[in-house]
């Protein structure tokens, strides 16, 4: 009894230990299952299909790699990891099997991560000679990678911004930490799981509370657990950091100044009131006002906009943007006689009494005293500020010797000493500015309302170079020259400044945007639209399509031969008949000009290749060939026009090839180099290194190619010939601008809140 009750005993304690053996192994299969996530990377094995990625810094690339693996993964797989066998033979493909030392394992046993890792990091220092190979460690801020593009894997944020990584490694999750190996933005393998503290540094928070906080990095928005930690933060820059895959601390930047942006480069920035101060890293760049996002530094308006910047060890770690720039101040780069920024040693003088502010300390200026830069501006100055009590004085570069080498300017000048010399800047009223654009680009003799059309689209040109900072670097949003627009070259009219008053503040809008209102001189009877520029403008460019300048219905140029019969008719009507450009005539001598025409397409295929096709014999080539082997040029000829007539491809034969010229300034430049007898309508001669325009017909004579033109200028947008024509024909500016612009709205930027 007692003996069976005995083996009953332990048949059951058997029975009980197998089940609790069986419950505990479910219970660490569940934990195991759960707790995936967070589990030691380090203790899982390598697989095959990593390898690939990880060895493409050595002699072959990552395709041959998977190429060179599929014979090591034949045969017995063991679920595609890597093997002590399958090792010994890859050792033997690189070459290094004789320098690179592992343990003694049987040839079917896996090799376990970290003894992976120190071998992966013998082949580094052996083979990786030009170093293309680092480690990170990389906290992942976002969830499921998405695609990195075609070709590119996937890729996903982290606190050093965004990494790409093949598709066989798509294990990461959100707030996983890894020590990784990678190649520029690449990551190529995985060393192991990261448990020590990662910083992510000047953050946007934009609200922390109840536990939960809203972050701004790299341009996604991400929610953030925080329990426990500081929170009741609002709009503002921290640095936050990550231990074991949790946010462990924050640290808000508590130090804020404010002021407007002077001037930018790539390592500082320029402050109202505090100078010149360097980043805290790559600049970042909040807008809190409307939807709250991150902007690059292409938004970031000089001279017009207040902003707060976050400091923190006299570096700035973020600026933080609570309205929008305003858009009523203009900063004019002034250029020296030959065209470039910067000046040897400019004196100024005023006409009237003023001040002069050399960083915190002011002193006064009188009117007709004398002011050398040199003399006051020292090394580490900053910048000198000459401004002027009365609002209708004027400042001038002087000649030293009490006389004006320039017409006067409104508002402040800045002065700023650069290596190279003095940059000068010019900074006055959107307004003021248009005083001095309007005159410099449209003869004041013309029609008021040709001239109010001016002072719109000159307004509306402005605007748009306001918010692009093309002269960050030296404090400017434009210079004075044809590069944007012609600034206080002519003195100012009585009928010029009327025309900007009486259109004060209105410009041209598109789709809600500000247009690009672009301009030229004369047109032939047509304007072009943006594919002169080999652009596709359909979407962002749909109010410039081309229009005719006819009074009445224009002439049908569908053809070539309708074209070159339309272009030929001096009489032809159209509001910029009265133009001496309105037709011109030039003659080409293809093989006395040859060279010319050769070295001026090399010019222009160094400077933009892409809109220079080069063939050969065989029709190969394209925007690579070479001109070498083309022989002499042969002839000329139209290959394609464009809207309005504008020729937007020319044909160059050769002896051993050709060339395609695309765009109208590309054009222009190389048959401007070879052109002769270049006359305007009334056959007076026009000198100038560009064909006046692109609106031409070509015909072949005995010796030489004749050009029968017309207009002056790209041929896009508003003529200026042509709104003088429709102003003397009773037009309203309003009407003028929507005939020269299709689709637009004319609004006053002050208006807008």
Known sequence: MGKRDSGKRKKYMAAALAVSVLVLACLMLRAVMEDWGTQEYSDRYVAMAELPSQLSFTYYGEEEWKEKLKELNSGKNLNGKLTYGKLEKLLGQLSVQEYVTYSAKLPWSNVPRPEWDQIYQQVLDLLDVEGSVAVEQLVFLTGEPEEAGEGKGLRQLTQKGYYEFPEGLDYFHSYDMYQVYVKGNRIIGVSSEYKESLTLENVFVHSARDGKAEVLYERQKIQLDIAGLRDQITDTVCDIVWTDRKVSAIYKKEDLISGKVLSFNEEQIEISGYGMLPYSGPLKIYKTYGTVEELDKSKLVIGNLQADFVVAEKQVCGIILKEPASIEVIRVLLLNEAGMPYHEGPVFVADADGTVTVGEQSEPLKANQPLKAADILKEGAGYVKISLEDGDGRIYFSDGNGGHASLGYRGTMEIRKYPEGYGVVNELSLEQYLYGVVPSEMPSSYERDALCVQAVCARSYACIQLMRGAYAELGAHVDDSTSYQVYNKQGETEQTNLAVDDTVGEVIKYQGEVAEAYFFSTSCGYTGDMGLWNIDGEEKYGYLQGICLAPQDGADISTEENFASF?????????????????????????????????????????????????????????????????????????ERGAGGGVRRLCISCEKGSVDLLTEYNIRYVLGAAAKKLEDKNGEPIGMELLPSAYFAVTPSKKNYVLQGGGYGHGIGMSQNGANGMAKAGMKYTEILMKFYQDITIENIYNEE
């Open 567 to 639: 272009i030929a008719d001096q009489e032809a009507p159209s509001f910029d008949s009265e133009s001496p450009y309105f037709r011109w005539k030039a003659k080409v001598d293809v093989s006395k000009q040859s060279d010319a025409i050769k070295n001026a397409i090399a010019a222009r295929a160094e400077a933009n290749a892409a809109n220079v096709q080069i063939y050969k014999e065989d029709g190969s080539g394209g925007t690579s060939a070479d001109l070498a082997g083309l022989g002499s040029v042969t002839g000329i000829s139209v290959g």
